[in-house]
């Protein structure tokens, strides 16, 4: 699968811009990961780009559905199962039956999902708006205060450490540059 097609796909079934914006986030953040984890960027960027490709389609039912119709789209498409995997597992937790995290590109999924919304809320407090106002301690600062950004799941993120093997620093570090690498793309 392309890019490209992964694009069409995500544009076709997704409208909301700042949905959009997120998922562009996930690929960047995703592909940097694959880069410190030695693994594939395609294949780890492809499953940040399309983990949320179905939100807008089953959100009145995503506790329950989320995920389902994206590996339904994939394996028509016969896209590889490590990235179906990856989308099916980053919903763990919230999706009733979504299975646990388990290879390094999963978990990479799962807990820089969250980060990225982190980050987006910083930049936005920024009085330019802008991602390059963000620095590594700015996040850390806000992510003392539990209620800035209240809905991000912060024991999600932090299971970088245990699951990946990425101090949380260096993991807000790693997805902050790549967020800064196309904050076109983001809007910020």
Not at 33 to 57: F, I
Request: net charge neutral; aromatic share 6%.
């Amino acid at each position: 699968m392309t890019r490209e097609k992964a694009i069409k796909l995500l544009h076709k079934n997704m409208q909301n811009v700042n949905l959009r914006r997120h998922c562009y986030a996930v690929e960047a953040v995703m592909k940097s990961l694959a880069v410190r984890l030695k693994g594939d960027p395609e294949v780890w960027g492809m499953a940040g780009l399309l983990h949320d490709a179905d939100y807008e389609l089953v959100k009145d039912n995503a506790k329950k559905e989320h995920t389902k119709q994206t590996i339904k789209w994939l394996k028509e498409l016969d896209a590889s199962t490590d990235i179906q995997d990856a989308i099916a597992s980053h919903a763990w937790g919230y999706v009733d039956d979504a299975p646990e995290p388990k290879s390094k590109m999963e978990w990479a999924l799962y807990t820089c999902d969250e980060l990225t919304g982190l980050i987006v809320a910083v930049g936005l407090i920024k009085p330019n708006k802008k991602l390059d106002s963000v620095t590594v301690d700015s996040v850390m600062k806000k992510w003392k205060t539990k209620s800035f950004a209240g809905g991000v799941d912060r024991k999600q993120i932090e299971q970088c450490d245990e699951r990946l093997g990425i101090p949380m620093r260096e993991f807000v570090e790693i997805a902050l540059k790549a967020m800064q690498n196309i904050h076109d793309d983001l809007g910020l």
